[in-house]
């Protein structure tokens, strides 16, 4: 009979010397370091999107507010409006019609591309060091969180080994027509949400297959129930981001899944009703829950009943799939002709990428590589090109009388407000997919000649669409009478400021001075979309009112006109229309010195403060 002690001693012994056995973690860091290890090459992966991010924008650092993006400053100046206006959430003053453009109607935010969601997200940001700062950190964020989501989604998803999962992910970040888009595009470059959409997506459709896990048939309901109340929240919040993403997106999902449902009858048979439910699930939800901010966007005050920009004018020229951006490493200026501006490089894929990617799809069904999936993002591919290239084809620069696939939407609400052209960005992360089963199928062969040529042409053709950096100008410095806020004493709190010249779609730089201060004041006309074409229809801005319109005409022409006594009458109208405070001439604007005699010859002598003269209307 042997006695219990030495046991107890023995454990006694084994729990004061475990941290000095070999193999057993000796602390919280060895343990933290063990349990990340693993991870470690992925971050390293995400921490290179973000370098690459911050290189590519290297032109706003270090200071956002003295820069602006060279292709598309207009822009830049309306989404940090946009930006300033989201902010105003955390000081208890936020509508979906704002009052601090277009003065007195105001602007209808969800008719507008107002980047509302990632707006209140950044609101500290934009708070403590200005709205500037936000736009920047938007412009590289974008690039570097959609590369890191579809590399997580296709590591996690498909299984794909780390480097395929990198380089269709790099891809997805930074493709031409991101680049392209990133000239002040941000509703368009925030797409990382979409990868969340996908995984949903296919999360729902596993839980719904009954044979998808073996330790338990039948249909998994808590995470269809799950798939189906995540998937809301995504759609909910992608409206927020941008709607025309979400609807590209939703257009793609459809199309593979009626593709992918014909290619994988038996799946079909097995998941439908559970599939169906959950996307019943996620459609009520969030219907239910976009019904007040949808009704206010179609119906709401400021509306407006059809979309802004022409089909005819904005489709994909079919040249353009085979060249190169002048954006990408190996583009030419040239290039340019066959688009409309630098900020809608979307078909810019260049041929030694088509051609890898035609052979990267016949190679994978030869190698009976996840047909189902090819054979859904093939046809969704082909579909989506084809949408591009608008109601009527566009070769070379010229219009040609064959119809396109486009015409088709042409009259069906809402959606034929969508532009074709911009319908080729769903090819980039249905093009990364085929890059990704081809490279990792090729890393997974025995024949090291397969392991090494796969991934040498897919980089190769890459290679020539590689982004350079977004170019970008200085800009001029805010007038003092602005950045020392000296304006205070001039508007009454939360009054209109009337800056000369008003800001227009194409002049818009006044609206800098109301995002500077956080949109503390408002002022009228403007760069927005609003109701105020023929018929109620979208505009632009608005029309100019008589006092504005002769005050555009000095700044172009720089003559000053005889100022009658109707004329100032006229001014003091539009001043009370527009329930203005403080009209303000800075002594920087275009045509100062003709502008300061019109002005007095309106309003009477004019106050100088700081470096803007002004006059105090109440």
């Not at 707006?119 to 500037?132: E, I, K, S």
């Not at 501006?341 to 979307?346: F, K, L, Q, R, S």
């Not at 100008?473 to 009054?495: E, M, N």
Request: charged share 15%.
């Amino acid at each position: 009979m042997t006695s219990p002690a030495p046991a107890a001693q023995d454990t006694k012994l084994s729990e004061d010397t475990a941290d000095t056995i070999p193999g057993v973690p000796r602390s919280r860091w060895v343990r933290w370091h063990a349990a990340i290890g693993p991870h470690l090459p992925d971050l390293g992966i995400c921490l290179l999107f973000l370098l690459l991010a911050g290189w590519l924008t290297s032109g706003m650092w270090p200071d956002p507010g003295a820069r602006t993006l060279a292709l598309n400053p207009e822009d830049q100046v309306l989404y940090e409006w946009f930006l300033a206006a989201d902010a105003r959430a955390l000081l208890g003053d936020f509508g979906l019609l704002s009052d601090r453009l277009n003065a007195p109607d105001g602007v209808n935010l969800m008719a507008n591309t107002t980047v509302i969601a990632p707006g209140l997200l950044f609101a500290p940001v934009t708070l403590l060091f200005g709205v500037a700062t936000t736009f920047a950190l938007l412009v590289a964020g974008n690039l570097a969180v959609t590369a890191i989501a579809w590399f997580l989604l296709f590591r996690r998803v498909l299984g794909a080994r780390r480097l395929a999962a990198a380089l269709g992910g790099g891809f997805c970040g930074f493709a031409p027509g991101m680049i392209s888009q990133t000239n002040s595009h941000l509703h368009m470059t925030a797409l990382w949400l979409v990868p969340v959409i996908v995984w949903l997506v296919v999360r729902l459709l596993r839980a719904a297959d009954p044979t998808a896990r073996p330790d338990r048939p039948g249909p998994d309901r808590r995470r269809i129930v799950t798939s189906g109340i995540g998937l809301a929240t995504a759609v909910f919040v992608q409206v927020f981001v941008g709607e025309e993403v979400l609807f590209l997106t939703a257009l793609t999902l459809i199309i593979m899944t009626v593709a992918y449902a014909v290619a994988n009858r038996q799946l079909l048979q097995r998941a439908l009703r559970g599939f169906a439910t959950g996307l019943l699930v996620a459609v009520g939800l969030a219907g239910a829950a976009l019904a007040y901010p949808l009704w206010f966007q179609f119906a709401g005050p400021q509306s407006v009943p059809n979309g802004m920009f022409s089909p005819y004018y904005f489709s994909a020229d079919l040249a353009s799939w085979a060249a190169i951006s002048p954006l990408s490493l190996a583009g030419s200026d040239a290039a340019a002709r066959l688009t409309t501006g630098p900020a809608e490089y979307n078909t810019f894929l260049g041929w030694p990428l088509l051609l890898v990617t035609v052979a990267a799809v016949v190679w994978l069904f030869q190698q009976q590589v996840r047909r189902p999936l090819l054979i859904a993002v093939t046809a969704a591919g082909l579909l989506m090109a084809a949408l591009s290239l608008g109601p009527d084809l566009v070769i070379n620069g010229e219009r040609t009388s064959f119809p396109g696939p486009y015409g088709l939407l042409l009259g069906v609400p809402v959606v034929d407000g969508a532009l074709p052209m911009r319908f080729a960005l769903a090819l980039i992360p249905l093009i990364a997919t085929v890059l990704v089963l081809a490279v990792d199928r090729a890393l997974r062969a025995e024949v090291r000649s397969t392991r090494i040529l796969v991934p040498a042409l897919a980089a190769a053709a890459l290679l020539p669409i590689f982004p350079t950096p977004v170019p970008t100008a200085a800009r001029p410095p805010l007038p003092t009478f602005i950045s020392g806020g000296h304006w205070r004493d001039c508007v009454a709190p939360d009054g209109v400021m009337v800056p000369v010249p008003l800001p227009t779609p194409k002049e818009p730089w006044a609206m800098r001075w109301a995002a500077a201060t956080n949109n503390e004041f408002g002022m009228p006309e403007g760069f927005f979309i609003g109701p105020y074409a023929s018929g109620g229809k979208a505009s632009m801005g608005t029309y100019k009112q008589p006092t504005s319109a002769l005050l555009a005409e000095v700044a172009k022409t720089g003559a000053v006109p005889p100022i009658s006594d109707e004329q100032r009458q006229r001014a003091r109208d539009d001043l009370a229309f527009w329930n203005a405070s403080c009209v303000v001439l800075a002594g920087d604007a275009p045509r100062a010195e003709s502008l300061l005699p019109a002005l007095e010859g309106l309003l009477g002598p004019a106050t100088r403060v700081a470096d803007a003269w002004t006059w105090k209307i109440r």
